[in-house]
């Protein structure tokens, strides 16, 4: 049976509102999953205790509006990460070490599946699946690298997914092959791995589902009430839909759909259809597309070539064609969100985005990403009405003696134009933080420590990314909250006011006080959802 929302008092607090009337109150009042009283303990406690609502004391925690990740992917995590994870691992023998593990452990038939797999330990060999064969003898192997645009699989896994050369597709996806047109394992764009992982054995209708309840139910460990899905498909909604009358939906959730680039008019036609599916908690409505890959396969798009000759080609092979999906899903009152890493990638979406119309009462678009800016691209920012969705915490990958895969192929110039989140702010333009997750980790802690501290929390002598591009510690909060709220049109939510949904993180100290070295070890006392508490600690 769906749930409906809750009812709670807390007293004792310090409370973060978002609005211009913080002032002297300490405690607030749900009931029905909205906010109906804020004030002081006393009137709070009177007005719970006459209607026999349970009081907690927060002796002096800090409460903030709900946590917000606005690029998110949770249901594709609750399966890419029932594999291995191979972050960390340095060598290709340590992979192997990791596979052969997994092997011995797994029953005759079953994949070995990793991810968060990164590039560095096949500089010499290349990204060849034959080079892991040895490590798991006749089983498929199929991993997948952190930032989900590349896999890898060994021979055995080629032949059970039917992939003997290269394909033609409708957008930049490939399979990479060598010299004499075979497969070398390595497959870029989900459009090429999706032959891969689609032969895979698939989870029960049950484990998918169950899956999704329990990642949701990580997030709010950490303080997060709701998330925009970036990955979505009718399955996701079908998931939502029955987990919320299961009584199961613990997270707010806005779900983008994923236009592909190969996706029809009809196709087109029958999302726009469906926009208006929603529950309680969770939404349609929203689109999310690609206008370019990623900067480490040389698949972004740049306006200058990188240092290995990549970053010429738009993730579509007609641009035009990019333009009519979106004023198709613009006229239709559908919010876009179009993934663009690359620079030139920000300013030709700007460009399409320029000429949709004006909507009366509804939101305009976003971009997401934004890795690198040129100061062109920034002002060209100014003023769009576009919001600017990003993830600081991808900069954890960056060495500071520029030998990462990323900064090679800037080159260290183009280098200090990554995630210009303070200039993107200064320009006027709405600001959104994410984590991508599973391409980087969920908890809001870390990824309000990169945007402040642009260096590896915890470590003093870790060096700092672009100082001047540090947010300060409100800006990093108003970033997981209102701002996300208002990039949705959503006056109800990203503040502490009667009327406004129940959705609170309530942290043991204030994290705006506290120091981007402190942010990842400050507690998360509670997690609540329409006045319910989804999490406690």
């Known amino acids: 049976m769906a749930q409906l929302g809750g009812a709670l008092a807390l007293v004792g607090a310090q409370l973060r509102t978002n609005t211009a009337t913080d002032g002297t109150a300490t405690a607030l009042l749900i009931r029905d999953g909205r906010i109906a009283v804020i004030g002081d303990d006393a009137t709070v406690r009177a007005a719970a205790e006459a209607e026999g609502i349970p009081v907690r004391d927060l002796a002096g925690a800090t409460v903030t509006p709900g946590f917000f990740d606005s690029h998110t992917h949770p249901h594709w995590a609750a399966e890419v990460t029932a594999g291995i994870d191979l972050g960390g691992l340095e060598s290709v023998a340590e992979i192997r070490a990791a596979i052969a593990a997994e092997h011995a452990r797994l029953p005759e038939g079953a994949w070995v599946r990793g991810w968060n797999l990164e590039y560095e330990p096949f500089e010499e060999t290349g990204l060849r699946g034959e080079v892991l064969a040895e490590a798991a003898p006749g089983r498929p192997v199929a991993l997948i ?14 032949a059970a997914a039917g992939i003997t050369g290269a394909r033609e597709f409708a957008d930049a996806s490939e ?24 032969a895979a054995p698939s989870p029960s209708h049950e484990v998918e589902r169950d899956g999704l309840r329990d990642m949701f139910r990580r997030l709010a460990a950490v303080g997060l009430t709701g998330g925009a899905i970036m990955d979505g498909k009718d399955r996701t909604v079908e998931l939502l839909a029955e987990l919320e009358e299961r ?98 990638a920000v300013s030709r979406v700007l460009d399409v985005y320029a000429t949709l119309p004006e909507r009366s009462g509804v939101p305009f678009h976003s971009i997401e990403h934004l890795e690198v800016l040129s100061d062109e691209d920034v002002e060209q920012l100014r003023g ?120 609170l993180t309530v942290w043991a100290s204030d994290p705006v006080a506290a120091s981007p070295d402190e942010l990842p070890e400050l507690p998360i006392r509670l997690t609540v959802v329409e006045g319910r508490v989804i999490h406690e600690a």
């Open 384 to 503: 769009s009405g576009v919001t600017a969705s990003m993830q600081p915490l991808h900069m954890q990958w960056r060495a500071a003696d520029h030998s990462d895969n990323w900064t090679v192929r800037l080159g260290p110039e183009r280098e200090a134009t990554g995630y210009r989140v303070r200039d993107v702010l200064d320009a006027g333009v709405e600001l959104t933080l994410g984590s991508d997750w599973p391409v980087a980790q969920y908890d809001p802690r870390l990824g309000m420590a990169w945007a402040r501290g642009r260096h590896t929390p915890g470590d003093p002598t870790a060096h700092v990314f672009e100082p001047s591009q540090q947010l300060t510690g409100e800006e990093a909060v108003l970033a997981y909250t209102l701002w996300p709220a208002r990039a949705r049109g959503h006056k109800d939510r990203g503040v502490l006011a009667v009327g406004a949904v129940g959705d």
């Open 145 to 158: 690298c952190y930032d989900l645009h590349t896999a890898l699989a060994t021979p055995a896994a080629l």
């Open 247 to 344: 009584g199961e939906l613990d997270h707010r959730v806005t779900m983008h759909h994923w236009h592909a680039v190969g996706d029809t008019d009809d196709d087109v036609a029958r999302v726009i259809a469906g926009k208006d599916r929603a529950g309680r908690l969770w939404q349609t409505g929203a689109i999310k597309l690609f206008s370019d890959g990623v900067i480490d396969t040389g698949t972004a798009w740049l306006h200058t070539v990188d240092a290995c000759g990549d970053g010429k080609v738009p993730f579509w092979p007609s641009w035009e064609r990019y333009g009519e999906v979106v004023r198709a899903y613009h006229d239709a009152g559908l919010l876009i969100a179009t993934h663009a890493v690359g620079d030139f």
């Open 175 to 198: 399979i990479v092959v060598d010299a004499a047109g075979h497969p070398t394992g390595e497959l870029r764009e989900p459009t090429a791995y999706n032959l891969l992982f689609d």
